[in-house]
């Protein structure tokens, strides 16, 4: 007997791994914080200093925020802090107060 036929090697299937990196993920999704810079850099940056690092010892150094408190950021930034920082009612939207808001929180 010849025997009988010798058993085909399993082709193994190479399974395409579907690694696309659809680019739409990795597009950087400008979070709140990031918008919150843009404001920041606007209107506070030059009495908060860049990246919130205080340039002087008068201005409150922002990184020291209470990050649990909204409710003071959002009087602080409304109506000022006379007669050192102006109030922001009228140039600050609420979401610019939102943004802002996480930018702080971030720690800058
Ligand atoms: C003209 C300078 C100036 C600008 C511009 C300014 N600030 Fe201030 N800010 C100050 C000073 C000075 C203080 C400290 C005042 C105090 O403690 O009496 C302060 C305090 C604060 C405080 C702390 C308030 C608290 O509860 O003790 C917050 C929050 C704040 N600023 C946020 C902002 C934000 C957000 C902006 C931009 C929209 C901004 N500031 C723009 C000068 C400024």
Same mark, same amino acid.
């Given at each position: 007997? %010849?025997?009988?036929? %010798?058993?085909?090697?399993?082709?193994?299937?190479?399974?395409?791994?579907?690694?696309?990196?659809?680019?739409?993920?990795?597009? #950087?999704?400008?979070?709140? #914080?990031?918008?919150?810079?843009?404001?920041?850099?606007?209107?506070?940056?030059?009495?908060?200093?860049?990246?919130?690092?205080?340039?002087?010892?008068?201005?409150?150094?922002?990184?020291?925020?209470?990050?649990?408190?909204?409710?003071?950021?959002?009087?602080?930034? /409304?109506?000022?802090?006379?007669?050192?920082?102006?109030?922001? %009612?009228?140039?600050?939207?609420?979401?610019? /107060?939102?943004?802002?808001?996480?930018?702080?929180?971030?720690?800058?």
């Amino acid at each position: 007997m %010849r025997g009988a036929p %010798r058993a085909q090697p399993p082709r193994t299937r190479v399974i395409p791994v579907l690694a696309i990196c659809v680019a739409l993920c990795a597009a #950087a999704r400008a979070d709140d #914080a990031d918008l919150g810079r843009e404001v920041y850099d606007d209107f506070c940056v030059t009495c908060h200093g860049r990246d919130m690092v205080n340039p002087g010892g008068v201005t409150f150094d922002l990184r020291k925020f209470p990050k649990e408190d909204f409710e003071r950021f959002r009087n602080a930034v /409304l109506d000022g802090k006379p007669p050192a920082m102006p109030p922001w %009612r009228d140039k600050i939207s609420d979401d610019d /107060l939102k943004v802002l808001w996480a930018y702080v929180r971030s720690g800058g």
